[in-house]
Each structure stands twice: as C-alpha cells, then as structure tokens.
C-alpha cells in the first residue's frame, strides 16, 4: 500500500513505523477556534499537493500530563491517526476507532498507551483521534442555544466524535480499511461516549461493533438547562467569552466541576440530555431497547475507584456515612449495609467501592443486560492483573496498555514493569479484540473460550494471572443499584 492516501480534503503522506505504515495529524474538522468555538464541527478545508502527516496534532487544552505526547496544546486540535498493515488492499481490513478516556476534561489521541503500531500487525487499521472536552467541548449556554439551529448547546465533544466517524466511512477504504465492518473502543469518557452514540440517532450506521472499556454509563444525564444555567454563570456574553484566549477559558475550568463527584446525580461539564443529540437518559433508553443493535464487549477492573476517589475527603467513618447519606438518601440503610463500615480504617475503601458500582460496574452489566434482549451477542470482561510489584488495583484504565500491546509505558513518565504473564495476557487481549473486529465474536481459536453473556449466569472472562471464566462477585451490590435507579425513574 502506497504511503501516500488520497482523502476528501487531499492527499496525504504517512510514515513506515513499527512495521506498519502510520499516518498523523490528519485534520478531520476545520480548528474551532474564533467563530467556531461551541459550534458543531464544520470540514476541514481543502489542500493541494501532499500534506505530511508524520506527527500527532496538538492536544485540546488540558492539564499538564505525562500522557501526553503530542507536545503542544491548542484548540485546533480536531486531528486523527492512522495505522495500517503496510500490504493492507483497499477497503480489506476491519477497522477499530479508540476513543480516549479522561473524564471529559482530559485524554489524547496520541496518549503511549493507545498507540496503534503493535495492534494493527494483527491484521487491523486502527483509528484514534482527538475531540473536544472539558469547557471547550461541553460548554452549555442559553446563548449558544438561542444561536442553534436546534436550540441546543453543549455536547460538541460528541459531535467532534461523529464527525471523526464520518471521516472514517468516507476515507478509510484508502488506508485498507472495510468501512463496513467498524468496531468503536474505548475506554472512561470514551467508553461513556460510544454507550451513548449507541441511543443516538444521528450514529446510526457509522459503527458495527462496539467495545466498551470500563462505560461511565447509565447514571442520570444533567438537562439543557442544567447546563446552561452553569454555563450562565461565566457570563452573559457569550462573545466576550469567545474573546478569551483558550488559557484564560480554560482556567475558568474549575468554577464548573465539584471537587467530589456526585455518585448518583447528574454532572455537568461532559454529554448532556440536550433533547436534540441525546434525547433521552440512558438508563430508560436501554430499558426501552432505544439503541442500535450490535454485538458488544464490555468489561471493568477489579479497582474501579480507588484510584479516582484518591484524594476526596473520606477520612473516617463519619465522613463515609456523610457520604453516602447524601448520595443514597431514599435508600440510606441499605446503601450503609454495602458501602459503609464504622471503621475508620475501611472508610474510603468503601466509598472506592461505591464510586466503581455507581460510575461503571452497574452501567456495564446494564448495557449487556439490554443488548442480549435486543437479541445481540455480547461478551463481559473483568481485568485483575496487576504489574509486577503492584501492590493494589487494578485501577480504572490499567488494562489499556494490554490491548495496545503498549506494556512498557505506564501513567507515570518511566517504563512500567511487566513479566512473561502480562505480556501473555496482552497477546490474548490483543488476539480477542481484534477477532471480535474480524468478526464479530472474541473467540480466536485459541485453548481459552469466551462465554457469551446472558442475563441469569452472566458469566465474564477474567483477564488475571491466569484467563479463565469467572461469575460476577458484586451482584448484591448491583442488584441495588437497579432497584436504586428504577425507583428514580
């Protein structure tokens, strides 16, 4: 296959890496700066001659983070990458679109953890790809919606995620990619964001498969006016606010997050119940079968919360039955009988564990509940390996670097430590996904089978110091949850 691509806007020269051809810092939007910030995606424009796509485009604003590679940080960050078996024909490869985790706030495209080199000489072209966040891509306003022609605003961070798909569809013959056998995957915020392009109309035919890595999923969505009554409060002017420079909006951040999530309500500043995009919650449009069928992964890690709920507050028993009074106050007694303790010691551990039911076990096994009544196969996974010396987890996000086969790079700066285990656990990650992209089902033809999911045993995959079947261990907690947010609804 040529390095040199023909796409929609022009051509475009990739690179030999990692035995893999790699194209970088394609554009797939116009930059949203000036008029176009808080405005849906408009095409890039045009070029002539061969533009060089050799490295990452630059990051949306965010907090500094080892993570990073793309090296620098800018609004005009709506760019994509592009991995492919150099002997790829035209149109021949399944294809798998990452989605970046980060809370809504933070991630890259280009994070060490999702580089797609090693996945793609498995016989995939693998797609990933910045979109807005934090107040660049959630922003909600009552004057952004009066200037809509949908009167509606936020939720622009989706819209980054369905133009990129588009992209995909209209361009990734070029690079070798079947354009009708997608697999979106992701993990956090990016999981969060396939779960609800799943209910979302306007993404009807862009992916096939989907793999949802840890979903923030199924909680109740914050409304239109939520959010623009937050996004109220920087301003009137929403042209004051488009004056801004991307640092100056981008420390005003913190006037619209709480320091402590709220487990059970709805958060603003990520995707929103707009009545346009997404119109309805969740929880009910997966009840209700509102989604597009299609077969699924899903999975957790053993650690959910620990990591994320780290610096909260919680330092005794009072502060744990504090908490999850005001989180569980129609069903107090019985959330303390599973997430509190009256020992100081076991205070956080506890709300660690309310934070990973809440945030994405719960949401996980409903989605799979939904789609096997939509008579859709579906798989369940739950992560357990920890490195080498790790004395905990593992955390929210640890098993990317598997499924990447990135297993020397870490969170922090350094290599991460990994033995002949975790790199056996990342060829069967590897092996699975990519024949669940293939074909729809992660059973590879090797020694270790995947049981399908169904509601009653709901057996999943532990991917652990051995792979091997396992049932769920929080099906108490779970339960609870259901009967929690059914009496919500």
Known sequence: MSLIVATSSGRVQGAPEAGVHSWKGIPYAAPPVGGLRWRAPEPPTPWSGVRP?????????????????????????????????????????????????????????????????????????????????????????????????????????????????????????????????????????????????????????????????????????????????????????????????????????????????????????????????????????????????????????????????????????????????????????????????DTNAHAKARIAEAFADTQFNYGARLLLRAMVRQSQPCWRYLFTRCRPGQTDGPHHGDEVGYVFGQLAVGRAAGPEPFDAIDEAVSAAMMRSWVAFARAGDPNAGDSTRWPAFEPGDELHLVFGDTIHSGIDSRRAQLDFLERYFEGAD
């Open 53 to 341: 796509a050799l490295a990452f485009g630059p990051d949306f604003p965010q907090a500094p983070s080892p993570l990073l590679r793309a090296g620098s940080m800018s609004e005009d960050c709506l760019y994509l990458n592009v991995w492919a078996p150099a002997d790829a024909q035209p149109g021949s490869l399944p294809v798998m679109v990452w989605l970046h985790g980060g809370g809504f706030v933070a991630g890259s495209g280009a994070d060490a953890r999702c580089d797609g080199a090693m996945l793609s000489q498995h016989g995939v072209v693998v797609v990933t790809f910045n979109y807005r966040s934090g107040v660049f891509g959630y922003l909600g306003h009552p004057a952004l919606s009066r200037e809509n022609p949908q009167h509606s605003s936020g939720n622009y961070g989706l819209l980054d995620q369905l133009a990129a798909l588009h992209w995909v569809r209209d361009n990734i013959a070029g690079f070798g990619g079947d354009a009708t056998r997608v697999t979106v995957f992701g993990v956090s915020a990016g999981s969060a964001s396939i779960a609800l392009l799943l209910t979302a109309p306007a993404a009807e035919g862009l992916f096939q498969r989907a793999i949802l890595h840890s979903p923030g999923t199924a909680r109740p969505l914050a409304s239109l006016s939520d959010a623009e009554s937050l996004g109220a409060t920087l301003g009137p002017d929403i042209e004051a606010l488009r004056a801004l420079s991307a640092q100056e909006l981008f420390a005003l951040t913190p006037k619209l997050t709480p320091a402590v999530r709220g487990l059970t309500t709805p958060r603003v500043l990520r995707p929103i119940r707009d009545g346009w995009l997404i119109r309805e919650d969740e929880r009910p449009a997966f009840v209700a079968g509102h989604l597009h069928k299609m077969p699924l992964i899903v999975g957790t890690n053993r650690d959910e919360g620990t990591l994320l709920t780290r610096t909260w507050p919680v330092k005794n028993a009072a502060d744990n039955r504090s908490l999850v009074e005001a989180n569980f106050a129609r069903a107090s007694a019985e959330a303390m009988a599973f997430y509190g303790t």
